[in-house]
C-alpha cells in the first residue's frame, strides 16, 4: 500500500507510521526517550572506551558502529523555551531545585538555611519614554494615558492614549511616539545592568559596614551575602532583575548568619544601595551630555518565609517564579531568539516595530568606538543585555553542573543494570575515552510525533511527582 494515498490521515501521522516500520526504531526510540523528547537531539557517531585506571585493561567497549541507528543521540540542553521544550523543562527544574535548596535546604544544603535572613528583590529599569500600558483600579481597565487637552508632541503625533488596552493587546508596552522614545539611552541601560547589577553586590556590605560600624576585615569574619538572581523582560524591550538575597554567615549557608542579621537590616541596605549605585557611561560626540546609569525608581523587597500564611512570601513561590524566568530568553518583549548577523536582516525580521528600533540602534551604536567593548552587535537580538540570564553567588547552593552530573550518574547506572551490567567497583579508578563525530541535528521526517510523546509522558511523570512531593511537604509543614 501506498503510504501518500491513505484517506484522511495527516502527513506526519502517516510518517510517524513509516519510522516506527524501520528496524532501527525500537533502539531510535529509547534514545529520544533517554533525550528527554528533546526537540534537536544531537546526533554523534564515535566510541568510548572504559579502562582500567591502574592496569589500562579494556573493561568495556561502545561504538556506534553496533547500534542499529549508527548513531547515538544526545538532548541539545538548550534553556529556552522556545528552542526546544523538553530541554528547557529540565532546566526549569534543576533551577528550582538550585533556588529552593539555597531557601529551605536539601542537596546538601542543611535545612537551617530558612532560618537565615533572605529576602526576594525585584529591580526595574528607568523610562525612557511613554509607552501604552494597561492600568487597572478596582478590577476596572482605566485609559492608557488620558490627556484632557490633547497635546500633540513635536512629531504631530498625539501624546495621550485613551484606549482601554486588552491584556493581550500587542500594543502593549511600545511607545506612544517611537521617534520621541529615547532608544539609544533604552538600549545603553540594557547594555550596562550586568555592571549595575555588579556595583550592587559591592554596595550592600558596604553600606552595611557603616550602619553598624563595623570594618571589611570584621565584616567578612561574621557574615557573608548570597544571592541567586534572574532576568525577566518587559514588553517594553527593558529587563528586571529579581532576586534572592541571603544573609549566611561567613562560610556561606552551613554557617549561622551574626545576631545582627535581620530581613530588615538586609532590605534597607538593598535599598540603599540601589538608589546609590550608578555607572557613568561615556559619550560620543561633542556637545552631548554625559549620562549616568542608573536602576529605575519602582523597587519591591520581600521577606521570604517558609509558608506563605506568614508575613512575606513563601519560599516555594520564589523558587517556581525564577525557574519560570530561567528558561525564557527576550522573546517576550516582541524580538527574536537567535543571534542577528547582518543589518540586512533587520527589516524583514518578525519583530515588534519597538524590537526592531532596538534591533537598529545596538547596530547603530555598536559602530561607534566609545561602545565598542559592549558588543552590541553580538547581542542586537537580546536589545542591547549581554548578560546572563540566571547566575548567582558561589555559596547560594548547588551548582547546576552538580545537578546534571548528579542525574548523568544516576542515567549511567540505570543503562548499566538494565544491560545486566554489574555495578562498577566504587574502590577501582577507571579512565573513560571517547572519541565522537557531529552527524547532524533536528528530528528527521516522521520523529516529531515519537519525541513529542515521549516528552508528554516525561512531563506527566514530573507533574504527578512534584504534586507528590508538595503533599509530602504540607504534611511536615502541619
Ligand atoms: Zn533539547
Ligand atoms: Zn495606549
Ligand atoms: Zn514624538
Known sequence: MNASSTPGLPPEFVAAVQRAAMPDFARWHEMIKAAGGCEQPIRLRGERLTLDGETGELIESYSTDDEPTGYLITACGNRRASRCAACAEVYRDDTYHLI???????????????????????????????????????????????????????????????????????????????????????????????????????????????????????????????????????????????????????????????????SDLLERALRAAVTEVSVPIPHPGEGSTPHTVRWGRQVDVQAIQVAAELDGIADKHVARYIAKYATKGAEDSGTVDRPIRYPSQISTLEVSEHARRMIWTCFALADLPEYGPLRLRKWAHMLGYGGHFSSKSRRYSVTLTQLRQARADYAAQAARQADGHPKPAPEKPTVTTGRWTYVGSGLLNGEHFWAEQARNRIQQARRIRQQVTERDQSQKVS
Open 100 to 262: 529552593i535548596s539555597g531557601l529551605a535546604g536539601g542537596k546538601g544544603v542543611p535545612e537551617r538555611v530558612s532560618e537565615h535572613p533572605r529576602v526576594f528583590l525585584t529591580l526595574t529599569a528607568p523610562s525612557f519614554g511613554a509607552v501604552h500600558t494597561r492600568r487597572e483600579k478596582a478590577g476596572r481597565v482605566n485609559p492608557c494615558r488620558p490627556r484632557r487637552d490633547r497635546p500633540l508632541c513635536s512629531h504631530g503625533r498625539p501624546e495621550g492614549c485613551s484606549l482601554r488596552h486588552a491584556a493581550d493587546d500587542p500594543m502593549l508596552g511600545q511607545p506612544i511616539c517611537e521617534d520621541c522614545y529615547d532608544y539609544p539611552r533604552a538600549v545603553l541601560w540594557n547594555a550596562h545592568a550586568p555592571e549595575l547589577w555588579r556595583r550592587l553586590t559591592l554596595a550592600v556590605p558596604r553600606y552595611l559596614t557603616t550602619e553598624l560600624g563595623l570594618t571589611h576585615k570584621a565584616f567578612r569574619q561574621q557574615a557573608r551575602i548570597s544571592y541567586a538572581r534572574v532576568i525577566e523582560y518587559q514588553r517594553r524591550g527593558l529587563i528586571h532583575v529579581h532576586a534572592v538575597v541571603r544573609l549566611d554567615g561567613p562560610e556561606g549557608p552551613d554557617d549561622p548568619p551574626p545576631t545582627w542579621a535581620t
